[in-house]
């Protein structure tokens, strides 16, 4: 189960925020809801919300720059809500550190659901994300109790999808898991999210984790398979003093 989360929504329609409040706070959130991206932006600084559900289309500063300004501030986990259905705008989203999102029109049913899944893996519900000891592998540690990660003592802010990613991977280091493996497990079962979607969160694990993304030390990339949190030991950059130390581009 999960506890009340404080919610903030940012949704410019107000039948479609109506709408989303009453299922919401039927789930014992507590819901703030803003019309646009100038005050989304100012109360999610203000209210540090446990969750944040944002239109994408919205007047003045639209949803994909309020993801991009407040992802670059914490670690919020992220709903993006999108008239756009094409494939590359989703992942546009993503790639800008939102954690999932919902092609309008939507159930406010499956909303929820998909709420509720995103506090359960950012802790924001009742117990820990996980228990268990801290993974190691080089100089990356990850805390499952406490939601943390730090390269070389250095703590690396993650998306709820980026921390949960990096356990999978972290639990069996060298194993092989493929994209459709990581989406079941990091995502739950739902059709409507695509494997291109793990690519998109991993690049993005990269560029906060890696001493070089276009040359990864703990994300590997094993062609045709999937990812694996690689054998660091031999690689040249395993000692690196920390993430960015190298070139800025991503491994495919």
């Known amino acids: 189960m999960w506890t009340a989360a404080r919610i903030l929504l940012a949704e410019d329609d107000p039948k479609q925020a109506r709408l989303i409040r009453v299922y919401l706070e039927r789930e014992g ?7 646009d991206g100038r005050q989304a932006l100012e109360q999610a600084r203000a209210l540090r919300p446990d969750l944040l559900i944002l239109d994408v289309m919205m007047p003045g500063v639209d949803g994909l720059d309020v993801c991009r300004i407040l992802r670059a ?3 919020v986990p992220i709903l993006l809500l999108t008239a756009r259905s094409t494939e590359e705008d989703q992942l546009l989203g993503l790639d800008l550190g939102a954690d999932d ?3 309008k029109p939507f159930s406010p049913r499956v909303l929820t659901a998909r709420v509720r899944a ?3 893996r950012a802790g924001a ?6 228990s268990g000891e801290v993974l190691r592998a080089g100089d990356l540690e990850i805390d499952p109790d406490r939601f943390e990660v730090r390269v070389a003592g250095r703590k690396v802010e993650l998306t709820a999808k980026e921390f949960g990613i990096l356990q999978i991977l972290a639990a069996e280091p060298h194993r092989v898991f493929t994209r459709a493996h990581i989406l079941e ?3 739950g079962f739902d059709h409507h999210v695509l494997e291109r979607t793990v690519d998109a969160h991993v ?3 990269r560029r906060k984790i890696e001493p070089d993304p276009a040359d990864p030390v703990y994300v590997q990339t094993v062609y045709g398979r999937g990812y694996r949190l690689g054998p660091v030991a031999d690689h040249p950059a395993a000692n690196a003093t920390g993430p960015g130390a190298g070139a800025t ?3 495919g």
């Open 118 to 120: 995103l506090l359960r």
């Open 249 to 251: 581009g991503a491994a």
């Open 203 to 205: 690049m993005n694990l």
């Open 29 to 35: 959130h507590r819901v703030t809801a803003v019309g």
């Open 185 to 187: 497990l990091a995502f």
């Open 125 to 130: 519900g009742k117990g820990p994300v996980a």
């Open 101 to 103: 999102y919902l092609t």
């Open 73 to 75: 501030e914490s670690s």
